[in-house]
């Protein structure tokens, strides 16, 4: 099976820039979760999705971010305008329906390391 | 709320001996307990999780997990370290019946394997 896919793997772009990450979940799983990882701050959820639809965005920083999940097999996280601080590795992750008796594990992607410049 | 400690930021331990890698956690019902590995560039990877039942947990690679319901405690265990294993590892806590769909991550625990 292919595992959870992100592009680009890396991304440098001046401040101000918009920045688009996109996500491939793997086929058939029901949620997606957006991270953030950082030496400072760690493993951040910023945002999950359930069957495309945004459940808890409570992690999201501020306006400048956003995510949509348009359709089963697509997400995008995009940063508008960014920033050097949101320099970071952006982890995607998926899974079946984790209240599942055997509590279903998330899986996740290579990352993408976004460097503000 | 749920809530994970890892109180050691790098555990070193010499090739062929066991290693122990430490989690704590806190939720208000019972909790579902996870393990996650990371390779440097690479994404986080499941290596073994405590949901209901026996409190010794094997996992991928020969980790295995103990949970002391107790102790509040999840820890993770290898008899023989090898080299190979030295990467960075994470502990995860979901509350079985509440906090939405949120896993809990810790702020993980570098481990280096040495010959």
């Known amino acids: 099976d292919a595992g959870v896919i992100q592009s680009p793997r890396h991304e440098v772009t001046e401040m101000g820039q918009e920045v688009t990450l996109r996500c491939k979940p793997i086929?058939?799983?029901?949620?997606l979760f957006w991270y953030r990882q950082t030496m400072m701050r760690g493993l951040e959820l910023l945002i999950y999705?359930?069957?495309?639809?945004?459940?808890?965005d409570s992690g999201m920083p501020e306006d400048r971010f956003s995510a949509k999940m348009p359709n089963a097999s697509f997400s995008t996280l995009k940063i508008q305008p960014s920033e050097p601080r949101d320099s970071a590795v952006y982890f995607c992750?998926?899974?079946?329906?984790?209240?599942?008796?055997?509590?279903?594990?998330?899986?996740f992607g290579d990352g993408t390391r976004l460097s503000i410049l | 709320a749920q809530s994970v400690a890892q109180p050691e930021d790098q555990v070193n331990v010499a090739e062929g001996n066991p290693l122990t890698v430490k989690c704590t956690y806190s939720?208000?019902?019972?909790?579902?307990l996870f393990w996650y590995v990371q390779y440097p560039n690479r994404g986080l990877q499941f290596l073994l999780k405590?949901?209901?039942?026996d409190n010794l947990v094997k996992g991928s690679y020969g980790f295995e997990a103990e949970f002391n319901k107790s102790q509040t405690s999840f820890h993770l265990k290898k008899p023989s370290a090898l080299v190979s294993d030295s990467a960075l590892y994470f502990c995860?806590?979901?509350?079985?019946w509440g906090g939405g769909n949120k896993l809990t991550f810790g702020t993980g625990t570098q481990l280096k394997v040495e010959l």
């Open positions: 999705f359930n069957n495309n639809v945004p459940i808890d």
């Open positions: 992750a998926s899974s079946l329906d984790p209240y599942r008796d055997d509590g279903q594990p998330q899986h």
């Open positions: 086929s058939g799983h029901d949620y």
């Open positions: 995860a806590v979901r509350d079985m």
């Open positions: 405590y949901i209901t039942g």
């Open positions: 939720v208000s019902g019972n909790p579902y």
